[in-house]
């Protein structure tokens, strides 16, 4: 690509989610390379919140999930965490709402496939009712927040007030000069919430030599599929 193309980064970074973005390297979470989305996009990064593998992580996770809907100040009844890789976000969310915030959330979660023996179903945990805050690590297409909405018309005592998200990829839809986040917030006027947005990950790595190749792939990127 032509550097002149490379649009000067503006985003502005706080020290947690420097820390955040420097950690997530750290433990592999944020890898470099082709990859394949659930969208079908070829993306030359990818968040693998499957490596934040240990306890030191979902403690820092759950404290920024608890932080970030506080300081939004969200009114929520419960957590819900769509599997896989939301499930172990719930709790860790939960944990350190009581934690740090004296706050005793329930929380629940779903099975992809429904369970036909023992307590049966596909949903695990608390029951679904009143405001919920979906957690989960990216958004990409909003598919999985999508099928959260569908999940929860069966259950008309529960809503989705808020979905809040690690890492914001803020990628065009098909078809639309919209993300993701701001199809779902038009679309369903639900809030989302995202701890990390891709511009801020790329200002971060930016003048680093060792990430400059990836860099200029993620701009590249970028310039297909991404809203500024
Ligand atoms: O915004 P989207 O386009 O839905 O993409 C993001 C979703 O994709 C991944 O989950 P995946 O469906 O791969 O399932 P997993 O949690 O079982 O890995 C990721 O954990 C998000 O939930
Ligand atoms: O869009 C996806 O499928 C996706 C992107 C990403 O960065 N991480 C992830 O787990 N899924």
Same mark, same amino acid.
């Given at each position: 690509? =032509?550097?002149? #193309? $490379?649009?000067?980064?503006t985003?502005?970074?706080? =020290?947690?989610q420097?820390? @955040?973005i420097?950690?997530?390297?750290?433990? #592999?979470v &944020?890898? @470099?390379?082709h990859f394949?989305l659930?969208s079908?996009? #070829?993306?030359?990064?990818?968040f #693998?919140?499957g490596? @934040?593998?240990?306890?030191?992580s979902?403690?820092?996770?759950?404290e920024?999930? +608890?932080?970030? &809907?506080i300081?939004?100040?969200?009114?929520f009844?419960?957590v @819900?965490g769509? +599997?896989y890789k939301?499930?172990?976000? +719930?709790t860790?969310?939960?944990?350190?709402?009581?934690d740090?915030?004296d706050? *005793?959330?329930?929380?629940?979660f *779903?099975? !992809?496939?429904?369970?036909?023996?023992?307590?049966?179903g596909?949903?695990?945990? /608390?029951?679904? %009712?009143?405001?919920v805050? &979906?957690v989960?690590?990216?958004?990409?297409?909003?598919? +999985?927040?999508k099928?959260?909405? /569908? &999940?929860?018309?069966?259950?008309?005592?529960?809503?989705?007030?808020a979905?809040?998200?690690?890492?914001?990829?803020?990628e065009?839809? =098909?078809?639309?000069?919209?993300?993701a986040?701001?199809?779902l917030e038009?679309?369903?006027? $639900? %809030?989302?919430?995202a701890a990390? !947005?891709?511009?801020q990950i790329?200002?971060y790595?930016?003048?680093?030599?060792?990430f400059a190749?990836?860099?200029?792939k993620? *701009?590249?990127?970028?310039e %297909?599929?991404?809203?500024?």
């Amino acid at each position: 690509m =032509d550097s002149t #193309n $490379i649009r000067p980064s503006t985003a502005t970074l706080q =020290d947690w989610q420097k820390s @955040f973005i420097d950690y997530s390297i750290t433990k #592999n979470v &944020l890898q @470099f390379g082709h990859f394949t989305l659930k969208s079908g996009r #070829n993306s030359p990064y990818f968040f #693998n919140a499957g490596k @934040f593998d240990d306890g030191l992580s979902q403690k820092k996770l759950g404290e920024i999930y +608890a932080k970030t &809907l506080i300081e939004a100040g969200i009114e929520f009844d419960m957590v @819900f965490g769509p +599997a896989y890789k939301g499930i172990p976000l +719930a709790t860790s969310t939960v944990y350190a709402l009581s934690d740090l915030y004296d706050r *005793n959330v329930p929380f629940a979660f *779903n099975r !992809k496939e429904a369970k036909d023996h023992g307590e049966g179903g596909s949903i695990v945990g /608390a029951p679904l %009712q009143g405001k919920v805050v &979906l957690v989960d690590d990216v958004i990409t297409a909003g598919t +999985a927040i999508k099928e959260t909405l /569908a &999940l929860l018309e069966s259950y008309p005592e529960a809503e989705l007030a808020a979905a809040v998200v690690l890492i914001d990829r803020q990628e065009k839809l =098909d078809g639309s000069e919209l993300s993701a986040i701001q199809a779902l917030e038009k679309t369903y006027g $639900i %809030q989302i919430l995202a701890a990390v !947005k891709l511009e801020q990950i790329m200002a971060y790595i930016d003048g680093s030599d060792s990430f400059a190749e990836h860099l200029a792939k993620m *701009n590249e990127y970028r310039e %297909q599929y991404g809203v500024f």
